[in-house]
T-cell receptor, first 113, second 113 residues
């Protein structure tokens, strides 16, 4: 079955790097995603990575994928107070012939001065 | 236009009321979704429309009735809801395969009294 797990909370100092971790169970997953949700808002797609990649970098964001361990991480460099939000890891349900995302529980990132 | 627009932003309704949530996108996306999100939880898929046809109903109670009048619009008709249906209802859209992620609206905060 499919399951996506994340730690629930992370606190970092402004200017430090944040690393949010995620594990998934289905090795046939092809696409994995990171979404950001600020209070009272919808989800914003931050980045995605295809399963044949190990790393993807986009400005302050770096995604690392370890397929052997089924581990995905999101690194935010130079974390700012505006990065405070809930971050969801998601995988594309590989079992369906339709579009379905499986979300983790979300990691709440708190950035303090 | 790269947005998904949802109206209304907030809705309070009684258990005997009938109301509708609306969602609109003009990105040419051919898949549209309704998600329900309870506080401190990840979004849960309710319905998927692909090319204006309902392709997924995740065993949602019949008091929720989706409608896709055309490729840009998605409605969710509500009737005889229960207080436990209070949640943030998110609409999303994607290119038909959804590989590159979804674009989410900011949601409708629904309170059933």
């Amino acid at each position: 079955g499919e399951d996506v797990e994340q730690s629930l909370f992370l606190s970092v100092r402004e200017g430090d790097s944040s690393v949010i971790n995620c594990t998934y169970t289905d090795s046939s997953s092809t696409y994995l995603y990171w979404y950001k949700q600020e209070p009272g808002a919808g989800l914003q797609l931050l980045t995605y990575i295809f399963s044949n990649m190990d790393m993807k970098q986009d400005q302050r964001l770096t995604v690392l994928l370890n397929k052997k361990d089924k581990h995905l991480s999101l690194r935010i460099a130079d974390t700012q107070t505006g990065d405070s939000a809930i971050y969801f890891c998601a995988e594309r349900d590989p079992s369906g012939g339709y579009n379905k995302l499986i979300f983790g529980a979300g990691t709440r990132l708190a950035v303090h001065p | 236009d790269t947005e998904v627009t949802q109206t209304p932003k907030h809705l309070v309704m009684g258990m005997t009321n009938k109301k509708s949530l609306k969602c609109e996108q003009h990105m040419g996306h051919r898949a549209m979704y309704w998600y329900k999100q309870k506080a401190k939880k990840p979004p849960e898929l309710m319905f998927v429309y692909s090319y204006e046809k309902l392709s997924i109903n995740e065993s949602v109670p019949s008091r929720f009735s989706p409608e896709c009048p055309n490729s840009s619009l998605l409605n969710l008709h509500l009737h005889a809801l229960q207080p436990e249906d209070s949640a943030l209802y998110l609409c999303a859209s994607s290119q038909d395969h959804g590989n590159y992620g979804y674009t989410f609206g900011s949601g409708t905060r629904l309170t059933v009294v």
